[in-house]
């Protein structure tokens, strides 16, 4: 009885490491390099945190949003799920908080817009710090 009952918990809770590694919700500085619009920023997923109004009559922005964790999530997706089936699911006990453990560790990248004046939309200089 008992073994039907965590056999039956870890088929359905199997995947959670998988998931977490395959999914990389950031932003990379190849996404930004050709936005040309406050709009297009805001639609990566850049949250807007100073705006500042400069003597010489440009509008300056400053964003800041989650960055990629890089190009391994498929590889570590896919040696999460042959560990997971190697084991019968038990991998998922270490490997969801060590997957957990990764997420929490965002790295952040900076964008600097720079607008022609106070009330365009169109980015004039676009300076980004991964």
């Known amino acids: 009885m008992y073994l039907i009952f965590f056999a039956t918990v870890f088929i359905f809770c199997s995947g959670c490491s998988v998931e977490k590694a395959a999914s990389d919700p950031g932003i990379s500085v190849e996404d930004l390099r050709n ?39 498929a590889g570590r997706a896919v040696v999460h799920g042959v560990l997971d089936v190697a084991t019968l699911g038990l991998w998922e ?4 908080p060590i997957e957990g453990a990764i997420a929490n560790e965002a790295k952040w990248i900076a964008v600097r817009a720079l607008y022609p004046d106070y009330y365009s939309n169109k980015i004039e200089k676009l300076d980004i710090t991964p």
């Not at 639609?43 to 109004?53: F, M, S």
Request: net charge positive; hydrophobic share 35%.
């Open 35 to 73: 936005l040309r619009e406050k709009d297009q920023l805001l639609a990566q997923g850049l949250e807007l945190i100073q705006v500042r109004y400069l003597p010489s009559g440009q509008r300056e922005e400053f964003f800041k949003g989650r960055a990629k964790k890089g190009d391994f999530g």
């Open 93 to 96: 006990l270490a490997a969801t």
